[in-house]
């Protein structure tokens, strides 16, 4: 197991910024100096590569191929063998610039040379020889005509001669020569650089007919016991220099946009333009399926397990509840940091921890992520929760950025760089943090519930604690029920007893909620601005709610 330990220079920027700005409710974490300055990344994860291969589509390999199919009088004319696509290696330098790479929805990228054999699967690939703070090379093949990205260094591995791309888009080379003879010059390329099977040595290989990679990916889900559709997922299927592609629909189901002969690599990359999902600390999470010829299907977790424990499992889930969240219809609600010019891809640790979720934007200035997020070992629906509750955070810095950093200052920067501790708050810090993890808190409850009575059909699902309804005040002071108490029309205090909170506001939406975070530094901030901005019935019971909960 090989390991990488962080720079000193990390522990001092992260003290000074305040590791945990805004955190999912779990354990009392204690920020320790020696622990954080020897933080280990583990990569034994990691993908390995085995031998690499000759490159049957270099264009030195097929005029061999010409050549040999012309001694042996296949061809009678001389081939016109010229360079249509270069096999590239990138290399990022930062973020900022592998964002310039996949801001150009034309580039297929692949952390993983082309031209290698795997000798061990992993869920991530990290070249050795790049520092663990800086993006890895990324690799693809680009039609000769196509203009490169600026501002990122990248190197040409080989020239190739690409004839046989079979896509439902304008096929480059189409005039080169017949489908017959094309075939036959893939084949014989094939041949002469060791890379047909023994089996298709000799065989009618010209006279294989094309397929279309498709099939179903499905995640299984605790609360409704079955495998459902992971939608949005885009899964790719690679045959050396070409891929093909598809995104799945609500059901899970695709169908990639071009067809081969030969049986292809499929694979997933849990990756969207807007987020990216890191298996662990460093590294694209990624699921390397198999290499064959017909429909991949493919579940991932278990039915036996009743808790999330399988990677590609935690990965899916992940992906669903920021899909849902940036793609989705999100109920009004502002969307969490988009991906632009001179911003970024929102990243996501994916770490196999049972600990503090965290949202910390500041993370980034060291290849760190913008979330951490720390729901291994919890049920689908609490994994689900978790990335939504994290995202929102990252949304209430976009709805009022210089309000939403007051707020944090006060509730976990102040406190956790102070000699008190992160839990030893006071008045203020109290006050503050309620404001802060109420609110991602009562968005939480709104996707999932969503999820699963409206697209799953459990309309008596509640979700932690029946929708926090079931919280009693002693037992939780920041991640209260009060903005979801706003919304529904139960009265805790009336249903439960005297150790829940009296509960008689009702009838708020949730963009309300939001819109009144503009200028809210404190918990009463956000009560006074839904009294004053909102016309309610039940304005008259808000201070009553917003007291259940002592400084």
Known sequence: MKHFKHYRSILLATMLIG??????????????????????ID???????????ENPYSVTNMRKAWESLKASSKVSKNGNIETTHLYIKFSPKSEEELGILKRDSTLVLYEIPLDFELDENGDFYHDPEVPTDRPTYQYAAIPIEKELPSGVEYEILEELFIPDEDGDYEETSKNFASKETIYQLVDESLRLTGNLKNDEIGSSLTAKSKWRPAGTIRVYDHVTRSFVGVSGVQVRARRWFTT????????????????????????????????SIRSGTI???TLNGPKRR???????????????????????????????????GRFGLTSPPRNAFLKRQLKIAARTENGQSSYVKARRIWFGADISLQAWNRRSDRVYGTIIHELAHAAHRQVDKNAYNDVVWDAYTGPCTSFNGCQNLGPTGN??????ETWPTTVEILFTTHRYRNKFGRTTYGYDLNNLQNQRIADENHYTSAGWDMIDNVNQRTVYGAAFPIDRVSGYTIVQLEQALKGARSWWGWRDNIRNRYTNSTEGNLNELFDNWPN
């Open 431 to 436: 006050n503050n943090r309620r404001l802060l």
């Open 19 to 40: 590791i945990f700005f805004s955190c999912q409710k779990e354990e009392p974490e204690q920020i320790e100096t020696e622990q954080v300055e020897t933080e280990q």
């Open 43 to 53: 990569l034994s994860g990691m993908t390995k590569l085995g031998k690499r291969l």
């Open 283 to 285: 590294g694209q999470a």
């Open 244 to 275: 093909h592609k598809g995104f799945t629909d609500n059901n899970g189901r695709y169908s990639c946009d071009g067809r081969f002969r030969r049986d292809a690599n499929y694979s997933i990359k849990w990756d969207r333009y807007e987020y």
């Open 294 to 328: 017909g429909d991949w299907n493919k579940d991932l977790g278990s039915s036996t397990s009743t808790i999330v424990n399988d990677k590609q499992q935690y990965y899916a889930l992940i992906h669903q509840g920021a899909l849902d969240y940036y793609y989705g």
